[in-house]
């Protein structure tokens, strides 16, 4: 092993080894033993992230993105005299800058591999990470070239992956500790469920060894260097909720719930599939990142050579051309149109083109120049036919918004995204654990990890989707949450709103603060989670919030941890959730302020925040706080087990994001790692991208393309703002987060705490609304309406068809066929058997008549054959006669 | 009168049908065995006059008179040692009381 990757694959692979000593033999050990494995596996599978996590660290190079350009520049700049001498060098405007840095490298210059060795250390700095892959499923004889369609099982462990493990491993780790107390009733031989009304065995081991593939999956996901191979993932993901969500499935609701779940997730991987295909289809590949060998050639050379085609090095343009010549549109999509001139086919450049350039094995390997002056490709293939242009590969545009669209789908059912939302908030049927684990470090993150892993898939158009489905997904929810009495359902409309946050910051540009809110919002949900299954479990399994009330004084830290959790999610100053909001509204705001039309993106996750500290605060008075009525009176709790991972996951809610300087809200140190994977093409793609505005706010800074821009872009609408005030989008939407935040907070203590306010009052002044959120926004009954009820006839005809069509046409046949048979058998026992035994008894009767010739009389005998030669020779002569 | 084939194969023909009478009529085995006799002696004539008459058969008739007459010694031979037998069993030659053969 050339790299320390190694780990993370042990890590992968110790949940795995734990699920499969459960399934083999977790129901014959007794009490805790199974899951205490499940907890060593995944514990173990912790140790290895932080190691490898600490080894990353230390592996990482050092230096800024800055530096980095100049030395790109200065290594672009020995191109020309390096790659080949029959490139001329004159046609391209020398700058001072680059001529000096050729100067300085002459050695290079002189040796003809100089070049390579100089692009490897570039290419390698600008996304550090640690690769390896086996061959899974190789497709031979279906590309040209050999190894073409190959699918493989890798890993590629970028900063955004070491950082997603150490989340996933240390928050799973927690979970299951938790859950070591939290099923502890499992532990029973005999369990009696209440709400299924049934006596039923323990099932503590089952439980774990779902937990251990649950985790498996997820590792294997954030793993994986290859879309299929997230593709497995993705579903045993599905599978592992499945089985967890329907964990008391003796109870109508639970497998209901774990059917809904599975259902709706179909829907959304059905796009992710469409999207997988049209991608192998039009790039072959589903690698994430090119892998590259230096080939000598026959005269000596040293050329470096594309081994395995990364998918987004398929999709974006590359740095320059064969003859090493830069090309302008690196990292972008490059749109082109087909004409034909002089009966040559010809690529034209145009940014509305309906076909995209894709830069395959053959074209990067082979002979191609950039685009010339008039803005058109050539390429010379010498396994295509030769010929100008029309060498280069192309695919329709709309295929790759399709693609895109498609693979955001999947993650739109995974991340229960609008309008695939509704499994959500009824996986709150399984275990508490279960939700906990659904909705921080697994299921749901996956989808978000996932827009941000294949984010340079994603046409400008998808990511306008990505951001609205989130700004919506985000506002829907959180007024859902407001009306929800149900302790979980509340923390999962939370969920499902914060999801659209991140769905919201990915698209609109914000890619770290995207996975940077995924990161901090697994700590804080976690310890939300836990902290409501502290609650049911001290409650002895009530959920209602309204039943609750006053539990303050008598589960303290849960109730002090719970605080930090609700604190978190509100945005609260210093509270991780503070630093990753904060770039997800400040990103909305750069995006909005770019472009005016797009303002709803700003507003509605605005309001949203609002709403959110709103009813997180009344989840805390409501449950905490003391009341008259209904007050919990037995109370307790829990136990150790269960608290100390409640300690830790508050303290982590606080501090997970700090930086150097705690009150800097963009000097987090988290996100300035995660910032490490951001996708290269981020920097430069055109059209709606964030960054862009940036880059023409803050040319000469350093930190351009690290932080969103402290001034508003000069032809944005807010530009004034700056002028006058000095503002920029920080200012103005930290200000607005924290003011919306900071009412919401103060409307919670009004109703809840100091009561100026009835609910039941506002509830009956707005029945319109109350009714709305009530119903979840009629989504339910929409697509029971749509789908579920039209299914369903659909079915119970398909079922009357069946019993009256097919069924009686079955029937029928053997009706006929026992007819048939029938008639069959009288012809068989009569005319076949008849003739059989008339034939023996022929014979038998010839038989027994010439028995009597044979007197055993040899006088007899001689006279038969006297006779029989005087009739012989007879009828001889009388033959011979007639025939002359 | 000339003496011709014709008059031999005549005799050959009454000889062959006196044996062939002998045989189916006589009940006493000897006298079935004596027919047998003339019966191939009346094939005898018949080669004899055939190799008289016919150059063709010169030598065939003669070579195949002698095989004849072999056979008949060796036939004879063991048609006595069956009589023999049989008379040792049944204590009479009758054809006849010869019929465990029968169907």
């Known amino acids: 092993m050339s790299n320390p990757g190694f780990l993370y694959v042990i890590a992968t692979l110790l949940p795995l080894a734990s699920f499969l000593l459960l399934f083999a033999g977790g129901k014959r050990w007794p009490g805790r033993v199974g899951g205490l494995i499940a907890v060593g596996g995944i514990g173990g599978a912790f140790v290895c992230s932080l190691i490898g996590f600490l080894l990353f660290l230390g592996a990482m190079p050092k230096h800024g993105h800055h530096d980095d350009h100049a030395k790109g520049a200065a290594v672009q700049a020995t191109t020309p005299a390096a790659g080949s001498g029959t490139q001329p060098t004159a046609t391209k405007p020398a700058e001072p800058g680059k001529e000096e840095a050729a100067a300085t490298k002459p050695a290079e210059a002189a040796h003809g591999h100089g070049h390579a060795h100089a692009h490897a250390d570039d290419h390698d700095h600008d996304s550090f990470a640690w690769k390896g892959s086996l061959s899974w499923v190789a497709l031979t004889g279906f590309g040209s070239d050999d190894g073409g369609l190959d699918i493989r099982l890798g890993y590629y462990i970028d900063s955004l992956g070491a950082i997603m493990f150490l989340m996933v491993t240390f928050i799973a780790s927690l979970i299951h500790i938790f859950a070591l107390g939290y099923m502890s009733e499992e532990l029973q031989p005999t369990v009696e469920d209440h709400q299924a009304h049934v006596t039923r065995k323990g099932r503590f081991p089952r439980f774990f060894m779902w937990f ?10 954030v793993l994986a260097d290859n879309l299929f ?29 774990a059917n809904k779940a599975f259902i709706t997730n179909r829907v959304g991987d059905a796009g992710f599939i469409i999207g997988l295909l049209i991608l192998w289809t039009q790039c072959g590949t589903l690698t994430f990142h090119t892998t590259t060998e230096t080939v000598t050639t026959r005269s000596g050379r040293q050329v470096e050579k594309v081994k395995q085609l990364g998918i987004f090095d398929a999709l974006r ?16 999509f490059v749109r082109v149109r087909h004409i034909t001139e002089d009966d040559d086919h010809l690529l034209q450049m145009n940014p509305a083109g309906d076909h995209v350039v894709i830069w395959d094995k053959a074209t990067l390997n082979g002979h191609f120049h950039g685009p010339d002056e008039k803005g058109r490709f050539e390429a010379y ?31 739109v059912g995974k991340s229960a995204q609008f309008p695939l939302q509704v499994w959500l908030p009824d996986a709150m049927e399984g275990p508490t654990p279960v939700s906990a684990l659904v909705h921080s470090a697994t299921m749901v993150a996956a989808g978000v990890y996932l827009v941000g892993r294949v984010y340079p898939l994603f046409a400008p158009e998808v990511l306008l989707t990505i951001a609205y489905v989130g700004a919506i997904t985000a506002f ?4 859902i949450a407001i009306v929800q009495t149900d302790i979980k359902k509340v923390l999962a409309y939370s969920t499902v709103s914060q999801l659209g946050f991140m769905m919201l910051g990915l698209g609109v540009g914000g890619w770290v603060y995207g996975l940077f809110h995924l990161l901090t919002h697994a700590f804080f949900k976690a310890l939300l989670f836990l902290g409501s299954g502290s609650v049911i479990h001290g409650c002895h399994h009530e959920q209602e919030m309204t039943k609750m009330g006053g539990l303050h004084a008598k589960m303290r830290t849960t109730s002090l941890t719970m605080l930090v959790g609700v604190l978190a999610i509100c945005g609260t100053p210093l509270f991780s959730g503070w630093y990753s909001k904060d770039g997800i509204i400040v990103a909305a705001l750069s ?11 700003f507003l509605l996750p605005l309001i949203g925040a609002g709403i959110t500290a709103f009813y997180m605060f009344r989840l805390w008075f409501v449950t905490f706080t003391p009341r008259d009525e209904h007050v919990y009176e037995h109370a307790h709790e829990s136990p150790r087990v ?37 996708p290269e093409s981020l920097k430069v793609d055109t059209g709606i991208n964030l960054n862009t505005a940036v880059l023409q706010a803050e040319p000469d800074s350093a930190r351009a393309e690290n932080v969103i821009a402290n001034t508003f872009a000069r032809d944005s609408w807010l530009h004034p703002l700056t002028v006058k005030l000095g503002w920029g989008p920080h200012d103005l939407a930290g200000l607005l987060a924290l003011v919306v935040a900071g009412l919401g907070v103060l409307l919670s203590f009004a109703v809840y705490y100091w009561r100026v306010f009835d609910p039941q009052e506002t509830r009956e002044r707005f029945p319109w609304a109350y009714d709305l959120f009530q119903n979840k926004w009629h989504f339910d009954a929409l697509y029971s309406a749509l789908l579920v009820r039209p299914t369903l006839v659909v079915g119970y005809w398909c079922k009357a068809f069946d019993q009256k069509v097919i069924d009686g046409l079955i029937h029928g046949l053997a009706h006929l066929t026992v007819l048939v048979s029938r008639f069959d058998g009288k012809v068989d026992n009569g005319l076949v058997d008849g003739l059989v035994n008339l034939t023996g008894r022929v014979v038998f009767g010839v038989g027994d008549w010439l028995k009597g010739a044979q007197t055993g009389l040899i006088r007899n005998y001689v006279l038969f054959m006297a006779v029989a030669a005087v009739g012989i020779f007879a009828v001889v002569s009388y033959v011979l006669a007639m025939a002359g | 009168m000339n003496i011709g084939l014709t008059h031999y194969l005549i005799l050959g023909a009454v000889l062959f049908v006196t044996g062939l009478v002998c045989m189916a009529s006589k009940r006493n085995a000897i006298g079935v065995l004596m027919g047998v006799e003339l019966v191939l002696n009346a094939a005898n004539i018949n080669f004899l006059a055939f190799a008289r008459y016919n150059q063709t058969f010169a030598i065939e008739g003669m070579v195949f008179t002698l095989f004849v007459i072999v056979m008949a010694a060796a036939e004879a031979a063991i048609a006595l040692a069956i009589v023999l037998n049989f008379y040792n069993n049944h204590v009479s030659v009758d054809v006849d009381a010869a019929e465990e053969l029968r169907g």
């Open chain 1, 229 to 257: 191979q997230v593709f497995v993932s993705w579903e045993l993901v599905g599978v592992c909720s499945f089985g967890l969500i329907g964990f008391y499935y003796e109870r109508q609701s639970a497998t209901n719930a």
């Open chain 1, 317 to 332: 343009a590359p740095e320059h051309d064969t003859h090493k010549d830069p090309i302008k549109e690196h990292g972008q």
């Open chain 1, 212 to 221: 251990s593939l649950f985790c498996f999956s997820m590792l294997n996901l």
């Open chain 1, 381 to 411: 293939l010498s396994d295509r036919d030769g010929g100008h242009g029309h060498g280069m590969k192309t695919m329709p545009y709309w295929m790759l918004v399709l693609a895109g669209v498609g693979i955001f789908l999947g993650c």
């Open chain 1, 591 to 601: 995006f909005a302020s770019l472009n005016p039309e797009h303002m709803a993106l």
């Open chain 1, 642 to 678: 269960m608290t100390v991972p409640l300690i830790i996951l508050a303290v982590c809610s606080v501090v997970v994001a700090w930086g150097p300087r705690p009150w800097d809200v963009q000097g987090s140190a988290l996100e300035h790692f995660v910032h490490h994977s951001q």
């Open chain 1, 476 to 479: 829907i929810a959180a007024t």
